[in-house]
């Protein structure tokens, strides 16, 4: 167990729609990444929270959002859901400070399908 | 840009051979960080190993060791002696070490499916 939580684990809906995937990094954490694993792209960085700011994006589409609150939990957030949209969406926490690097820990990740 | 490639898409072994899972990485960074991540069939993904740059000397851990060769940009994992409990997706991913934006996200290889046949 690496201290991350994600819910829920399983999403099923259908195109169109808007879901919300939450995160809770692990105690004392301060950053979340969010990662989408496809079988067309594999393992990719969406974007990164740092105590509530948006540190870095990556492969995130204009239709995805985040934020992460003062509680340190994050939310990613996928509207008009298309079927490619259909992935195992993992988020990782880290203890990060500017001048070095933290492991990331991984959350068992939420599995969405659109339908 | 960095990149990180898994050639090998499938292994199947059959259980107590040696397997070696290959990784080639590609960067601009003189200092970055090198991870192999195992994905069984539950789908979590659990952290196996972390590597500096600076640091070349090869590892091991049981039946697992790593060779990391910056010459040939290698970072290699050798399971010995394979067991059915070894059968998942195993993923190399590289980090840089030093990010003016502070942020250290993973680039991912495509990951390697590796089926020990009892």
């Known amino acids: 167990d690496s201290g991350v939580t994600q819910t829920p684990k399983h999403l099923i809906t259908a195109t169109g729609q808007r879901v919300t995937l939450r995160c809770s990094p692990r105690?004392?954490?301060?950053?979340v990444y969010w990662y989408q694993q496809s079988l067309d792209q594999g393992l990719q960085f969406l974007i990164h929270?740092?105590?509530?700011?948006?540190?870095a994006k990556g492969n995130i589409l204009e239709r995805f959002s985040a934020q992460q609150f003062p509680d340190l939990h994050s939310e990613l957030n996928l509207s008009s859901l298309e079927l490619g949209d259909s992935a195992l969406y993992f988020c990782?926490?880290?203890?990060?400070?500017?001048?070095?690097?933290?492991?990331?820990?991984f959350g068992p990740g939420t599995r969405l399908t659109v339908l | 840009a960095q990149k990180v490639t898994q050639a090998q898409t499938e292994i199947s072994v059959v259980e107590k051979e040696d397997v070696t899972l290959d990784c080639v990485y590609e960067t601009r960074d003189t200092t970055y960080y090198l991870f192999w991540y195992k994905q069984p069939p539950s789908g979590e993904l659990v952290f196996l190993i972390r590597?500096?740059?600076?640091?070349?000397q090869n590892e091991i851990s049981g039946r697992y060791s790593w060779n990391f060769q910056k010459s040939t940009s290698s970072f290699n994992f050798t399971i010995t002696a394979s067991q059915v409990v070894d059968s998942a997706v195993y993923f190399c991913?590289?980090?840089?070490?030093?990010?003016?934006?502070?942020?250290?996200?993973?680039?991912f290889g495509k990951g390697t499916k590796l089926s020990v046949i009892p």
């Open positions: 990782a926490s880290s203890v990060v400070a500017d001048s070095s690097y933290n492991e990331q820990f």
């Open positions: 105690s004392g954490d301060l950053s």
């Open positions: 929270y740092y105590n509530g700011e948006e540190r």
């Open positions: 991913a590289l980090s840089e070490a030093y990010s003016g934006a502070g942020s250290y996200q993973l680039t």
């Open positions: 590597r500096n740059s600076f640091d070349e």
